[in-house]
């Protein structure tokens, strides 16, 4: 069975302040996908990075970075110099790499909530 | 990616009363699911809305409770029958695109009394 955890469920950082959101993952799978989700106030869940299992190569956009590390299972995500428009709460999730017609879920971690404060 | 709007985004109903939450994707999907996310909690999926054929349930929940329709390859509804206080949540659709990757709808706020 498939597992996400991210351990931390709240962080309150200051702006300008760089955080790490941490997300592990378990699976059998030997190729599959792994995504960071944003949920801001308003409530609407926004796509933000898909990584699939193949491509360890770590990705920055922005201020955005995710670091991917196979060996330790783990998918983290580090916000640089952060600002109060990145409060929400970011969910990590996985899911097999199956084909387009294949029925393949998503499970999400339970989410972190982040506070940046002025 | 994928443009994805949910009607009614919010609503309070009574107790035993049921309520249709309608789903679109701008463009055509393969699959689209149906997800509540209760209070504070995280998103459980509910079903895949498979088009031309029945929905396909997770653990725990019913087409009883929970009928779905799929006519088309862009739309979907969820239906929320005989509704309790405990059915009080947020319900989001999602369309699945290349890469696994799913896009999500606003969310559907209710509230039941």
């Known amino acids: 069975a498939q597992k996400v955890t991210q351990a931390q469920t709240e962080i309150s950082v200051v702006e300008k302040e760089d955080v790490t959101l941490d997300c592990v993952y378990e699976?059998?799978?030997?190729?599959?996908?792994l995504f960071w989700y944003k949920q801001p106030p308003s409530g609407e869940l926004v796509f933000l990075i898909r990584?699939?299992?193949?491509?360890?190569q770590n990705e920055i956009s922005g201020r955005y970075s995710w670091n991917f590390q196979k060996s330790t299972s783990s998918f983290n995500f580090t916000i640089t110099a952060s600002q109060v428009v990145d409060s929400a709460v970011y969910f990590c999730?996985?899911?097999?790499?199956?084909?387009?017609?294949?029925?393949?879920?998503?499970?999400f971690g339970k989410g972190i909530t982040l506070s940046v404060r002025p | 990616s994928a443009v994805i709007s949910q009607k009614p985004s919010r609503d309070i109903c009574q107790r035993g009363t049921s309520l249709t939450i309608q789903c679109q994707v701008d463009s055509q999907v393969t699959m689209m699911f149906w997800y509540r996310q209760q209070p504070g909690q995280s998103l459980t999926l509910i079903a895949t809305a498979n088009q031309g054929s029945e929905a396909t349930y997770e653990s725990g929940f019913v087409i009883d409770k929970f009928p779905i329709s799929r006519p088309n390859l862009t739309f979907s509804t969820l239906t929320v029958s005989n509704m309790s206080p405990e059915d009080s949540s947020i319900y989001l659709c999602?369309?699945?695109?290349?890469?696994?990757?799913?896009?999500f709808g606003p969310g559907t706020r209710l509230t039941v009394l």
């Open positions: 990584r699939n299992s193949f491509d360890e």
């Open positions: 999730a996985l899911s097999e790499a199956r084909w387009v017609g294949a029925n393949s879920k998503l499970t």
């Open positions: 699976t059998r799978d030997t190729t599959y996908y």
């Open positions: 999602s369309g699945r695109l290349a890469g696994n990757t799913q896009y």
